[in-house]
C-alpha cells in the first residue's frame, strides 16, 4: 500500500467560480438545457478543480466530492436507496431533490452546524441496497484520463445510516461498501476517503460499537484501498480509541475545532486538519506548525479542518475590498496554498516539538500578503494567534436591555389592535426577486441607472407584491423585499464592521448561494436601514404589514466572523443594531415586525456540554434585540429547515408573540412537539423549495392537522419559508390554494 500523500484538502468548491454550475442546472430544470450539458458543465469543474490543485502543488487530489445537487443524496443513489416513488420519474434524482407534480422532494435539513442543507435519506423496511458505483469509479477514471490519481471520498456508513435514522441496517449497507472498495481497489485507487463527521457528536454506546463493527469489517478485507476514515467540525473524543482500535490506516482531525488529542496513534496516518476550512482567516503559521508537532502518530499529513465547500473560491476575485481587510483573508486557493507550504516545513524535526514554537506569516513561504500587509495581523485573531482570556469589547448594559410585559397582555393589546380573524394568512418576508431586480441593481452598480431610478423600480415592485397580496386574499402581507439581494448581506451592507464581496459564493443548495458577508470589526448602525421601504408599502393598503428584520444570531451564523471576540459578544453587538431598526419601524407606524432567526438551531454546538450556555446567550441576544417593541406591536420570527423540534424551549424563550416555522417540507413532524407552545404558531404548509404548486386539499390537510394540535385562536397559516426562489406564476397559483384552504376551514369552524 502506498503512503498517504503529505498534503491534502477534504473537498472542494463545486459550483464554479462565476456559479457555472447554478446557470447550467437551471438551465436545465427550465428546459433550456439537456441533461447532457449539464453534465458536460459539472466534467469542465471537476477539470478545472483537479488542474488547480495540482498547479497549486498539493499532492493528495480528492474525487467525487463534486455533486450537481448533494453529496448525501449522491450516497443514497450510490446504495440504491431511491424510494419507489420516484423510480418511474422523468429524472429520479432531480425528483427526490426537488419533487415532480404529485411527488413531494425529500425532507432537507442542515448539515450539522453549517448553512448548508442536505437531502435527508429516506429508509424504510422495502429499502433494498445495492450497489451503483458508476459516479465514483466514473470520476477516478476521468481524472485519471487527464493524468491525475485521486482519492475517492465516500460519506461514511456510520454517519450516513445516521443521517437516515436507520442504523439497524448497517450489516446490509457495510455489504455496499465492501463492494465498492474491492471495485475501488480493482481500479488501481491506492486510497479511499470515508467521511464520518457524525463521530464528533455525542455517541451512545451501541453507534461506537457500529463504529467498531464497520471499520473492522471493511479493514479486514483482502484486497482494498488503503482506508482513510475522516471526521470534522470538531473532536472525535470516545470514537477516536475505537477508531484507533481497528484496521484504518488513516484518521482525519479537525484540530482547527478540535485540540490536539492525548490518544497515541502511532501506528496510523494522521490527516491534520490545521488549516480551516469554515472561515475565511490566513491560517498561523505558528499556531498550526506547533499543532502538527504535537501529534502523536506515526505520520502526520497536512489537511483542511473540512471540506472547502464552505469558503469561496479565491481571494484574487476581490481587488476591491479594502486592503487592510484582504491582506487578512484566505479563500479555497490561498487555503490549499497555506497546506503545501506546511506541508513543505519540516515540522517534524526536533525544533518544532515545543508546541510554544512561533512563526511570523512571511517565515513560511505561501501565507499570503506582502510583509509589509502581513505585519501587524499576526495576533489580532484574523488568522493570528489569539492570547488565551482576551477580553471582549465592553457592552452596554445588561444582555436583556429591558423586559417587554408577559404575552397574555401583550396578545390583548394586539388583538384589539390588529382584529385579524382567525387562521390568518401570510407569507415569510420575500417574494420572487426577478431578472429586471437583479438587472437594476447591476445597472447601478455600474452607472447606468441612477440611485433615484432603482428606487423608483423598488418602489413599483412594492406595490406589485401589496396589490397581489391583495387579491389572492392574504391578511397580514409584506413588501416583497426587492431591494434586498439577500436577507443577511443587505443589513451587512447598511452596518458598520462588515466587508461583502463580489463574487464570494457559497453552496447552500443545490442551485442556491449566497456570498456571506466579512464580519471584521465592531458592529454599529450609521442610520436606519428599513424604516422606509416597509412604511412606503403600509402607506398602500389597510391591511398591516410586517417589517421584515433578520436577526443576530443569523446575522452572525451567516457571516465569517472575526475570532478575536467571543461569538457571544459579536452577536450582541448586532442585536444592538437589530433593536436600533425594530424602534425605528415601530415609530415609523409598522405594527408588525418580523425578526427571523433561521440560523438559531443551527449554531448549537454538536457535543451537548456547550448546548445550554449557548442557547442561554443566543435567546438573550434576541430578547435584547425584541425588548423595545411595545405591547401593540407583534413580534414574529421564524425558523426554517434546521430539525428546530429539538430547541423548541429555546424557540418558545425568545418570547416572540408569533413563529413561524417550516413544516411542510418535512411532512409537519414538528407538529408532534408542539402541544405545549405558549404563543402564535404557524407550521409552514407549503415547500417553497420546491417548484411544485401544493392543492388546496393539501394545504388544507397540513392545516387540520395543526388546528389538531394547537389551539385555533393561536395558528396561522403561511409556507415554510421566503419565496424569493420561486416564480410569481408558482407563488401566485400557491398562495392562492393556501387562503382557499384557510377560508373553508374558517367556515367550517364557525370562525
Not at 407534480?101 to 429508509?123: C, Q, S
Not at 502523536?296 to 479542518?305: K, L, N, P, Y
Not at 406589485?464 to 439581494?485: A, C, F, K, S
Not at 417593541?629 to 424563550?653: E, K, M, N, V
Request: aromatic share 6%.
Amino acid at each position: 500500500m502506498s503512503s498517504f500523500p503529505t498534503s491534502t484538502v477534504l473537498g472542494y468548491p463545486r459550483i464554479g467560480p462565476d456559479r457555472e454550475l447554478k446557470r447550467a442546472l437551471e438551465a436545465y430544470w427550465d428546459g433550456r438545457s439537456t441533461r447532457a450539458e449539464l453534465e458536460r458543465v459539472g466534467a469542465e469543474l471537476r477539470a478545472r478543480t483537479w488542474r488547480r490543485l495540482a498547479e497549486l502543488g498539493l499532492e493528495g487530489l480528492p474525487s467525487n466530492t463534486f455533486s450537481v445537487y448533494d453529496q448525501v443524496l449522491d450516497t443514497s443513489v450510490l446504495l440504491g436507496a431511491v424510494p419507489s416513488r420516484y423510480r418511474d420519474a422523468a429524472d429520479p434524482y432531480f425528483a427526490m431533490a426537488r419533487g415532480t407534480e404529485g411527488r413531494a422532494p425529500l425532507r432537507m435539513t442542515k448539515w450539522f452546524d453549517t448553512n448548508y442543507h442536505y437531502l435527508v435519506p429516506e429508509i424504510g423496511p422495502e429499502t433494498e441496497f445495492r450497489l451503483d458505483a458508476g459516479k465514483p469509479l466514473g470520476e477516478v477514471r476521468e481524472a485519471r484520463a487527464l493524468g491525475y490519481e485521486t482519492r475517492p471520498v465516500v460519506l461514511g456508513p456510520v454517519t450516513y445510516l445516521l443521517l437516515g435514522s436507520a442504523l439497524d441496517r448497517l450489516d446490509e449497507v457495510l455489504g455496499c461498501y465492501a463492494e465498492l472498495l474491492s471495485a475501488l481497489a480493482a481500479e488501481g485507487v491506492a486510497w479511499v476517503q470515508l467521511d464520518e463527521p457524525a463521530l464528533v457528536g455525542d455517541r451512545t454506546a451501541s453507534e461506537l460499537a457500529a463504529v467498531r463493527t464497520a471499520y473492522e469489517r471493511l479493514g479486514s478485507m483482502g484486497a482494498r484501498p488503503g482506508l482513510f476514515v475522516a471526521s470534522y467540525f470538531g473532536s472525535l473524543g470516545e470514537a477516536l480509541p475505537v477508531l484507533a482500535g481497528t484496521p484504518v490506516e488513516a484518521i482525519g482531525l479537525d484540530l482547527v475545532r478540535g485540540p490536539v488529542p492525548e490518544t497515541d496513534l502511532t501506528g496510523k496516518t494522521v490527516v491534520a486538519g490545521v488549516v480551516s476550512g469554515r472561515d475565511v482567516w490566513r491560517t498561523s503559521p505558528g499556531r498550526a506548525l506547533a499543532a502538527l508537532a504535537a501529534v502523536r502518530a506515526s505520520r502526520v499529513v497536512v489537511s483542511t479542518s473540512c471540506s472547502l465547500q464552505h469558503v469561496p473560491y479565491s481571494v484574487a476575485a476581490e481587488p476591491e475590498l479594502e486592503p487592510g481587510v484582504r491582506a487578512r483573508l484566505a479563500f479555497a486557493e490561498e487555503k490549499v496554498a497555506e497546506v503545501v507550504a506546511l506541508a513543505g516545513a519540516d515540522f517534524l524535526s526536533p525544533g518544532f516539538e515545543n508546541a510554544g514554537y512561533e512563526v511570523t506569516g512571511s517565515e513560511v513561504a505561501g501565507f499570503g500578503g506582502t510583509d509589509s500587509e502581513v505585519a501587524g495581523f499576526e495576533g489580532d485573531g484574523f488568522g493570528g494567534d489569539v492570547p488565551v482570556g482576551r477580553p471582549s469589547v465592553a457592552l452596554p448594559g445588561p444582555v436583556v436591555a429591558g423586559e417587554r410585559s408577559p404575552y397574555a397582555v401583550r396578545a390583548a393589546a394586539q388583538a384589539e389592535h390588529l382584529s385579524l380573524p382567525p387562521l390568518p394568512v401570510t407569507t415569510i418576508g420575500s417574494f420572487p426577486q426577478t431578472g429586471e431586480l437583479r438587472a437594476a441593481r447591476a445597472a447601478v452598480a455600474s452607472g447606468t441607472l441612477s440611485q433615484a431610478g432603482y428606487e423608483h423600480r423598488v418602489e413599483a415592485e412594492i406595490e406589485r407584491v401589496i396589490r397581489l397580496q391583495e387579491r389572492l386574499g392574504l391578511d397580514v402581507l409584506v413588501h416583497g423585499e426587492p431591494e434586498r439581494n439577500d436577507m443577511v448581506q443587505y443589513f451587512a451592507e447598511h452596518l458598520d464592521g462588515f466587508a461583502v464581496t463580489r463574487l464570494g459564493w457559497v453552496q447552500s443548495y443545490g442551485s442556491r448561494c449566497t456570498r456571506p458577508p466579512i464580519l471584521y470589526g465592531d458592529v454599529s448602525r450609521p442610520s436606519p436601514i428599513t424604516a422606509r421601504w416597509a412604511a412606503h408599502a403600509q402607506s398602500l393598503t389597510d391591511k398591516p404589514v410586517k417589517g421584515m428584520l433578520t436577526g443576530p444570531v443569523t446575522i452572525v451564523a451567516w457571516s465569517f466572523v472575526r475570532d478575536d471576540l467571543p461569538l457571544r459578544d459579536v452577536v450582541l453587538q448586532v442585536a444592538d443594531a437589530v433593536r436600533q431598526e425594530v424602534r425605528d419601524l415601530e415609530a415609523a407606524g409598522v405594527s408588525i415586525i418580523q425578526v427571523d432567526e433561521p440560523a438559531l438551531r443551527e449554531l448549537l454546538p454538536l457535543r451537548r456540554a456547550a448546548q445550554a450556555d449557548y442557547l442561554e446567550w443566543a435567546v438573550a441576544a434576541y430578547r435584547r434585540a425584541t425588548s423595545g417593541a411595545g405591547d401593540r406591536t407583534q413580534i414574529h420570527t421564524h425558523l426554517c429547515y434546521s430539525d428546530a423540534d429539538q430547541i423548541l424551549d429555546a424557540i418558545d424563550g425568545l418570547d416572540a408573540d408569533v413563529t413561524t416555522i417550516e413544516s411542510a417540507r418535512s411532512g409537519a413532524r414538528i407538529l408532534g412537539a408542539v402541544s405545549a407552545f405558549g404563543r402564535g404558531l404557524g407550521p409552514g404548509v407549503y415547500d417553497i423549495h420546491s417548484p411544485r404548486v401544493p392543492s388546496a386539499e393539501e394545504v388544507e390537510s397540513l392545516v387540520r392537522r395543526t388546528v389538531a394540535a394547537l389551539p385555533v385562536e393561536r395558528v396561522w397559516v403561511n409556507p415554510d419559508c421566503g419565496l424569493k426562489t420561486r416564480t410569481y406564476e408558482q407563488v401566485e397559483a400557491s398562495l392562492a390554494n393556501v387562503v382557499t384552504a384557510a377560508r373553508r376551514l374558517r367556515d367550517e369552524l364557525g370562525a
